[in-house]
Each structure stands twice: as structure tokens, then as C-alpha cells.
């Protein structure tokens, strides 16, 4: 019995030290540590245009105005198709079909429904002078484009991503050690870091909200942009020793 009370207390006790040289550890593995964030900006040219429709139509039934919609995406798909367009060019980007309402005596009643279905049609930049055949389609079909982006590929956005990064991480390590040197410490190994943000936004090229079909003069607008050149941004946070 003594034994066992020798034994629990030697644990216990053995316990106690342990949390205390923890406790001690890691209460100050945050002092003399240097807290930075770094920051980059690449340049990039978009290598993508998107040509971005929305086609929505009105009827009694969900049923008739899904079949009608139906019927223009066919059409602008085929009239797109005959400018030498592959299908996978025209991507669908959203589909609904919903109830719409008007009141009435203070009640809601409904009057019908409306599809919508929203189209994007993507070409190269050095195609851009497609645009306008492009806007012709939606014409021709009675559909009006709703805004022209130009983008990054994916494969584009991986590679400024990675640039943005690394120079951000560089910019983080230069603050660290101006930070250092101006106490008279060295800078020490890198304890943690993390991503902060980047940011990447398609380049909005030409906005028409209403999604009318265009006139000659909103045409010659939409088709005389050209891309330029974007910003895209990073920012790290940095601990490093000193």
C-alpha cells in the first residue's frame, strides 16, 4: 500500500514538471519572433476573351418557358457553331426556372414563369476580332449579350499565382531582416507563415446589364476594347526568430 503511494506521488509529481517545463517552453516560443507580412503585384495580359449571355424567356407553364428557352440556346449555339466554334467553346454557366408574380388586392398572384440560361462563349485574345461576329450570333438568335470579360486561363492563373507568391514570400523575408538589423538582432530560421490572399478579377471589357440586344453604335463600343493589362496581387504573413 505504501508502495503504491510512493509510486502515484513520484508520477504525480513527475507530472507536475513535465507541464511545468511545457508551460515554460511554449510560453515563450513567442517571444523574439518578428511578425511580417509581404506583399506582391504581377502585371499579366489576359490570353482569354468571354462572351457572356444571358437568354431568358417568359410563359405560362415552367414547361413551355424551359422549351422556348430551349429553343434560342439551340439557336445561338448553332449560329456560333457555323463562325467555326467548337461546341465546348459555349459553356453553360446557369439554369433556372422560376415563378414570377404581380400583386394584386394586396395578395400575390402569380402570372407565369421565367427560364434563364446563362451562356459564356470563349475565345483567345488573338481572336478578339471575333467579338463582334460573336454578338452577330446572339442577333441573329435574339439574344442580347449580357458583358464581355477578358480572363486569365487557368493555366495563366497558375503561373502569375506562383510568381505573385514567391515575390511576396521574398518581400516578407527582406522586411524581416530590415526589421532585424534595425534592433541589432539576426534574423533567425522561419517559425510559420501563411497565405493572406491573392486576388485575380477578370477584366470586365464591356457591361450591359439590361442584356438588349446591342446596337450598331453599343457593337462598335464592345468590339474596339482591347485587353490590357492587370494587377494581380498577393500577401503572406511571416514569422521568423531573431
Do not use: C
Not at 415552367?62 to 422549351?67: M, Y
Not at 453599343?218 to 474596339?224: F, G
Request: proline residues 2%; aromatic residues 8%.
Amino acid at each position: 500500500m505504501q508502495k503504491s503511494v510512493q509510486i502515484t506521488s513520484i508520477i504525480v509529481v513527475g507530472l507536475i514538471v513535465i507541464s511545468f517545463l511545457g508551460f515554460s517552453f511554449f510560453g515563450n516560443s513567442s517571444q523574439n519572433t518578428i511578425t511580417v507580412n509581404g506583399q506582391a503585384q504581377v502585371k499579366a495580359v489576359p490570353d482569354l476573351v468571354g462572351v457572356y449571355f444571358n437568354v431568358q424567356t417568359n410563359a405560362k407553364t415552367s414547361a413551355e418557358a424551359t422549351q422556348k428557352n430551349s429553343e434560342l440556346v439551340d439557336s445561338l449555339k448553332s449560329e456560333i457553331i457555323k463562325l467555326g466554334f467548337e461546341e465546348k467553346a459555349i459553356q453553360t454557366q446557369g439554369f433556372s426556372v422560376y415563378p414570377q408574380y404581380d400583386w394584386v388586392n394586396g395578395r400575390q398572384v402569380e402570372k407565369g414563369y421565367t427560364a434563364s440560361h446563362s451562356l459564356r462563349v470563349e475565345l483567345p485574345t488573338s481572336e478578339s476580332s471575333k467579338i463582334g461576329e460573336v454578338i452577330d450570333a446572339g442577333v441573329k438568335s435574339g439574344v442580347g449579350i449580357s458583358y464581355i470579360n477578358f480572363e486569365l486561363s487557368q493555366e495563366l492563373q497558375n503561373q502569375y499565382k506562383s510568381e505573385a507568391l514567391k515575390l511576396a514570400a521574398q518581400d516578407s523575408k527582406v522586411k524581416a531582416e530590415a526589421v532585424a538589423q534595425g534592433f541589432g538582432k539576426r534574423l533567425g530560421r522561419l517559425v510559420s507563415t501563411s497565405v493572406d490572399s491573392y486576388d485575380y478579377y477578370p477584366l470586365r471589357a464591356y457591361d450591359n446589364s439590361a442584356g438588349a440586344v446591342l446596337t450598331s453604335e453599343e457593337k462598335q463600343v464592345a468590339t474596339s476594347i482591347t485587353p490590357s493589362e492587370q494587377d494581380i496581387s498577393a500577401s503572406v504573413r511571416a514569422v521568423y526568430k531573431i
